[in-house]
């Protein structure tokens, strides 16, 4: 069996975010500070905003898409019932970022989005919290939803192992998805799935026996129930609102890579089974050797029940 565990790391490394990246988005996301804590002061003064960064950043799950685009989210919270509509409140925080990127700055139903072209998003959400009452996110022309991202985090975190595999699986997942587009689940959506597909599994070592070993559990719940289920408020279903197309679309693009996984494990030469990676990762995933390498000394041995017979507990 062709042992592709070091092909994986290489593709980590290609779509992880670079520190060019990193450090050009957090100095954008504090200039965005900035000018939104000087337009409340001079135009708002009862509004006094915090910030929180969340999603993908905050969870180290960011990829760069394979337009080398990367993104950021950045709560914008009040802690504070408004007195106007969560509409007005989205527009103010409009105001005060306009002028900062070339491209003016976009109203998106749950967020503000900051463009800064061909390299990096940065989105706003809109919060406020008052005693107990959940935190409420505004969405553009409807009012405002229970929501808490800090909720997810933790829900995230609690998952995780020490060794970070479940952050390479979560990105590796959110790889395909950009590779493959024509309306694959969301990020967010890929880190739910690929959560709660972890906690059925036995994680291998080796991350291509893992990735393999998560598809085949993610078509297996889908199979039995089409749902991804927020963890946390709102506990909303992401694939709600998707038609028949694109359920099927999802589905035969899972179908077709737990195919070609199970055909990679079993495959003896790294660079035919590379190849098959290749067909849903895209050419960022690295070509193999070409050569047999025989069984492996990576805990390939035998394959039981779709998991290692050597694998490591988390």
């Given at each position: 069996m062709a042992d592709c565990?070091?092909?994986f790391q290489e593709y980590n490394k290609e779509i992880s975010l670079?520190?060019?990246?990193?450090?050009?988005?957090?100095?954008?996301?504090?200039?965005?500070?900035?000018?939104?804590?000087?337009?409340f002061k001079k135009n708002h003064s009862e509004y006094e905003p915090k910030f929180y960064i969340q999603g993908s950043y905050k969870m180290k799950t960011g990829i760069r898409t394979k337009d080398d685009i990367c993104d950021l989210d950045d709560g914008v919270y009040f802690m504070r019932e408004p007195d106007v509509t969560s509409t007005t409140l989205q527009g103010w925080i409009l105001d005060a970022v306009n002028g900062y990127t070339d491209d003016p700055p976009e109203h998106r139903k749950k967020c503000i989005r900051n463009i800064f072209i061909n390299d990096y998003e940065i989105d706003m959400p809109v919060y406020y919290k008052i005693d107990e009452k959940e935190y409420q996110l505004a969405i553009k022309d409807s009012g405002w939803e229970d929501s808490d991202s800090r909720a997810l985090i933790n829900w995230f975190n609690s998952r995780k192992d020490k060794e970070g595999q479940l952050l390479k699986i979560v990105k590796y997942h959110k790889g395909w998805g950009d590779y493959k587009r024509n309306k694959m689940p969301s990020g967010l959506a890929m880190t739910i799935l690929v959560c709660n597909a972890k906690a059925k599994i036995v994680y291998n070592d080796r991350d291509d026996i893992t990735m393999r070993d998560t598809l085949k559990e993610i078509k297996k719940a889908l199979d039995n129930k089409f749902e991804c289920i927020v963890p946390v408020v709102p506990f909303d279903n992401l694939f709600?609102?998707?038609d028949q197309k694109r359920i099927d679309n999802f589905k035969s693009a899972l179908k077709?890579?737990?195919?070609?996984?199970?055909?990679?494990?079993?495959e003896g030469n790294q660079l035919k089974a590379s190849r098959l990676w290749?067909?849903?990762?895209?050419?960022?995933?690295?070509?193999?050797?070409?050569?047999?390498?025989g069984s492996s000394n990576r805990n390939a041995g035998?394959?039981?029940?779709?998991?290692?017979?050597n694998p490591w507990a988390v």
């Open positions: 565990h070091n092909l670079t520190k060019t990246k990193k450090d050009n988005m957090s100095k954008s996301k504090n200039g965005l500070r900035e000018r939104i804590r000087n337009h709600k609102d998707y077709d890579f737990v195919g070609d996984a199970d055909e990679a494990i079993r290749r067909r849903h990762l895209g050419n960022r995933f690295p070509e193999g050797k070409d050569e047999n390498e035998l394959i039981i029940g779709g998991q290692s017979s």
